[in-house]
């Protein structure tokens, strides 16, 4: 082959052979106008290269496909070989590479629009970044080998937003941490935005310990060169880096500062991306009552902006939203938005978080095998891209699937890869949650006492991360063996801690299943009347949640129901039912939780404060001011100025000190 090769390339013209071996430095092909600007020069204008190329094309060097829109050329590889040798030869190859690198710098930063800080592509754009990705690659290798620290790090952040268009976050964190082995002294805010993105690709596949130093990092520079914007940035992605790593209460001064600096600048996407970012804290923590504000600002600056990406985060957000408190049909329409959206550049973190969520939203809604779908396709999508949260949110959903079916092997191997996934990346909820899934396995399994020290674990991670949903679920748990076991004070006690924490977040599907314990408890200890109120307001409550069923249907369906209408009687019965039906969400509540009539007067006293009021309560006692309050507890002080509101009214005091004096000598005071 060599001699044929030999004798073929004499055979060229002096321009064919110049463009033969300049075009060794092409991988996985190349256009026309891609061979005029890496070829021309050097003896060889750029008018002879489209006839070269033809001629090359008819002698069979170089292969010719004109299927697609565009002509594309490729050399076969052992001719690529041969070309790259005489290229090397001819003492053209540092040349010719520099330019072909600076050819793939130019390319990525036309389709990120000239801004090598861009965020997101259009589909367009990733595609034609994917069709010259073996380019890319060459020149990035070529550059990084090199040691051209300014073309090789501008390449390596032109090309971040096409991994993150792809989901290669592992793939781009290795490309970044090559770029950081570069002395990075003459390209400061090279070296910033580098950080930065190598941070956040650390922070999708869950590597925590690493993101933080990295947004640390970062973080020092920003502040160094002065510069608000990646100020902003370092702040708010440190923060959710160290949410996991060190807490919330280490992680929400820095979210908070992050997105000040951003509203300081007046720059809307930005501030969008760091309200987006904070929105995820809440989220993680189970309050969608905290999220919902932040993501209706981040999505009306999003939207303003024309930052897609950024508006898609906000519809999956709002739409879990939605869905944590029980609203179907808003979470249906507005995860729709976000599956659309998100499906347009690519199917990464955000893309897979959105199917999990229409799984989740299918299973409430009874849908199994839409449910298992949405997760089998998320999990998917999510381990190609190295996705934890995802990754684990749908392993423990697919759990609960199974366990539902009674499929208990299948549960438990979810639960415990869920489990093994989420202990790596350090999504303490995710924990919670899969604990509390393995503790409701060892229970059906007739293991009490393992199920009671995984309930456990489940309640000290949720209350440690300050997830009031998950800390309710383990409650309810804990709260059933615990009466199972004689101690039904302690046991009551639990199960209102659990509604309140419940109504507390809208979670309405949860309030139903805590009301409905409620009302079995109250025909057990011989109050009919209460339990039928109970179950009237359930009822109602379903109904508004689209999940009802007819008084009716329910009354000759449920054995408790037809025993409680036999007890009371039929008029009885209905009277009661009615009164149930009537009440507020607020009121069941209320009604469950003192054990009041349906409409109950106005309560005071330490015992009338719900858990939130309490724990307010309990650290303005401890004379905490009302910021110091808002970061413990991870509120707004304006919330904490509402609560307080609340507390002095039902005890009818005007003052914080009249907090301290009456804690002091109440018999019922609060306890956090």
Known sequence: MRESLDSSYQLLLPAEQMLFRRLAVFEGGWGIEAAEQVCDGGGLEDYEILDSLGALVAKSVVVADTAGREARYRLLEPIRWYAEEKLAEAGELPRTASRHASWCLDLALEMTSGDANADHLTPEAAEALEKEYPNLTAGLTWALSERRTKLAVSLVSALVPFWHARGSYQEGRRWCDLALELDLSSVPELHVRILFDVGTFATLTGDWVGATAYFRESLGLGRRRQDPKMIAWSLSLLGFASSFGEGPRVALPLLEEGVAVARQEGEGVNLARMLAVVASIHRLRGDPVAARPVLEECLDLARAAGDAQTVAAALAGLGWVALAQSDYYTAEDLLGQALVLSDGWGQGNDHALTLNFLGELAAARGEVDEAREHFDIGLKVAQAAGAPLPSASCLENLGRLALAEGNLERAERCFVDALAVAERAGLWSLRARCLQGLGELSL?????????????????????????????????????????????????????????????????????????????????????????????????????????????????????????????????????????????????????????????SAITGWESLTGAEREVAELVRQGLTNPEVAARLFMSPRTVQGHLKKIFAKLHISSRRQIREQAAVAEDPPKV
């Open 444 to 600: 059906i399994k007739g293991e009490p006492g393992l199920a009671r020290h995984r309930f456990r674990r489940a309640l000290s991670l949720a209350r440690d991360v300050g997830d009031r949903r998950a800390t309710a679920d383990a409650l309810s748990a804990l709260a059933a063996l615990t009466q199972a076991r004689g101690d039904q004070k302690r046991a009551v006690s639990m199960h209102v801690e659990a509604l309140s924490l419940r109504h507390e977040v809208g979670d309405r599907a949860g309030v139903a299943r805590s009301l409905e314990t409620f009302a079995h408890h109250a025909r057990a200890h011989g109050q009919p009347d209460v339990a039928v109120r109970l179950l009237g307001a359930v009822n109602a409550l379903r109904q508004d949640l689209g999940a009802d069923r007819a008084r009716g249907e329910g009354r000759e369906a449920t054995a408790a129901e037809a025993g409680l209408e036999a007890e009371l009687g039929a008029e009885a019965f209905a009277a009661a039912w009615e009164e149930g039906a009537a009440l507020t969400a607020d009121e069941a509540v209320t009604y469950a939780s003192r054990g009041r009539g349906p409409r109950p």
